[in-house]
Structure formats: structure tokens, C-alpha cells
T-cell receptor
Framework: DSGVTQTPKHLITATGQRVTLRCSPR?????VYWYQQSLDQGLQFLIQ???????AKGNILERFSAQQFPDLHSELNLSSLELGDSALYFC????????????????FGPGTRLTVL | GQNIDQPTEMTATEGAIVQINCTYQ??????LFWYQQHAGEAPTFLSY????GLEEKGRFSSFLSRSKGYSYLLLKELQMKDSASYLC???????????FGAGTRLFVKA
């Protein structure tokens, strides 16, 4: 158990819909990262937040947005869903995410499996 | 630009030793991570190297050469449960985020 929690575990929805994925980081961690992993593909970095502020952005679609709240939990919002958005979505947290080094070790949550029908 | 290369797949025999290589080109370097990911599960942290040399942790060891932009993960006494993807990730400096390689899928056969 990494200490990172994600809800829900599974989500099945239809094209055109909007969903929200939730992540609670490990206690004390300030950075939260979101990744997308399609079947048999590598991790695609979406976005990173540090202490409530957006820190880095990857290949995140305009239909996707995220935020980190004052209690440091984060939500990833996916809208106008398409079949190709079906994937595992992982949240990870790290102690820092700014200083680099061992404090950048990312601990991953169990993921949310999104299926768009 | 930033780039990490790993072999796509490897196959090894139970009880043997396997070496998974990773080469990287990044703007700034502040450490290299190895993660293990079983199919359908979350990646889990295995090791971290920031200085040149070998770090040993039980059956797993990780090596780094910063001048060559090269690392490897060595797995000894392979077990069936070691069948997984192994991800190399590099942490940069100056606000550069950690970048993950595509991963090497290891198949351990009996």
C-alpha cells in the first residue's frame, strides 16, 4: 500500500459524458501527478500540482482539467469523453517535486480504470 | 530534448540473471529511478541512483553512469513473479519534471 488513494476504482460511462477522478496523496506529500496509461502503453504524463499550484503540464487534452485543493487532494476532470479516453488513470504523489532527487520519488495510487462505451 | 530509451521486451529463465538497460538524454540530471509495474497495477518504486556506481538491494541492483547517460537494473535469481514491466525515470533540475521511459516488459519462463 503506497498511501495514495484513488476513487473510484472503476468507472464505466458513455461518449460525450463528463467524469471526475479523485486522488488523496500520501500524508505530508505536496506534489500530485496525473498519468494516463492506455492498454499495453507507457505512462503518459498529464499534469503536476505542487501545494495547490500547477507545476508542470504534459500532453493533457483541453477537454481534461485538474486542480489541487487546500487539503492537497486532487481531482482530474475529463469531459466530452471519447472512446479513446478509455485507460487507466494513475495519480502519484511525492514529498517535493521541485527540489529533485530522492524527494521526487513518486508513489502511485491503485488507479482508476475508465471505460468509455 | 528529453529522451529515455529502454528495450521493449526481454525474456529470461527462472533462476537466471537479467540486465535491463536504460539510456537517457535530458537537460539536467538529478537522479534516476527504477519502478516495477505488474500488468494492470500501479508502478512501485524499486531504486534511486544519483551518483555513479552500483546500488544493491536484495536481488535487485541498479547501476548509473552519468557521463554515459546510462543505467541498468540487474535482477538476480529470477522468479516467476518478476514478470512485469520495468520503468526507467529521470529527474531533472531547474524545474524539469521527472520523465518516464516506455518500460521494458520482462517475461520470466520456467
Amino acid at each position: 500500500d503506497s498511501g495514495v488513494t484513488q476513487t473510484p476504482k472503476h468507472l464505466i460511462t458513455a461518449t460525450g459524458q463528463r467524469v471526475t477522478l479523485r486522488c488523496s496523496p500520501r500524508s505530508g506529500d505536496l506534489s500530485v501527478y496525473w498519468y494516463q496509461q492506455s492498454l499495453d502503453q507507457g505512462l503518459q504524463f498529464l499534469i503536476q500540482y505542487y501545494n495547490g499550484e500547477e507545476r508542470a503540464k504534459g500532453n493533457i487534452l483541453e477537454r481534461f482539467s485538474a486542480q489541487q485543493f487546500p487539503d492537497l487532494h486532487s481531482e482530474l476532470n475529463l469531459s466530452s469523453l471519447e472512446l479513446g479516453d478509455s485507460a487507466l488513470y494513475f495519480c502519484a504523489s511525492s514529498a517535493d517535486g521541485l527540489a529533485g532527487g530522492l524527494q521526487d520519488t513518486q508513489y502511485f495510487g491503485p488507479g482508476t480504470r475508465l471505460t468509455v462505451l | 530534448g528529453q529522451n529515455i530509451d529502454q528495450p521493449t521486451e526481454m525474456t529470461a529463465t527462472e533462476g537466471a540473471i537479467v540486465q535491463i538497460n536504460c539510456t537517457y538524454q535530458t537537460s539536467g540530471f538529478n537522479g534516476l529511478f527504477w519502478y516495477q509495474q505488474h500488468a494492470g497495477e500501479a508502478p512501485t518504486f524499486l531504486s534511486y541512483n544519483v551518483l555513479d556506481g552500483l546500488e544493491e538491494k536484495g536481488r535487485f541492483s541498479s547501476f548509473l553512469s552519468r557521463s554515459k547517460g546510462y543505467s541498468y537494473l540487474l535482477l538476480k535469481e529470477l522468479q516467476m513473479k518478476d514478470s512485469a514491466s520495468y520503468l526507467c525515470a529521470v529527474s531533472g533540475t531547474g524545474g524539469f519534471k521527472t520523465i518516464f521511459g516506455a518500460g521494458t516488459r520482462l517475461f520470466v519462463k520456467a
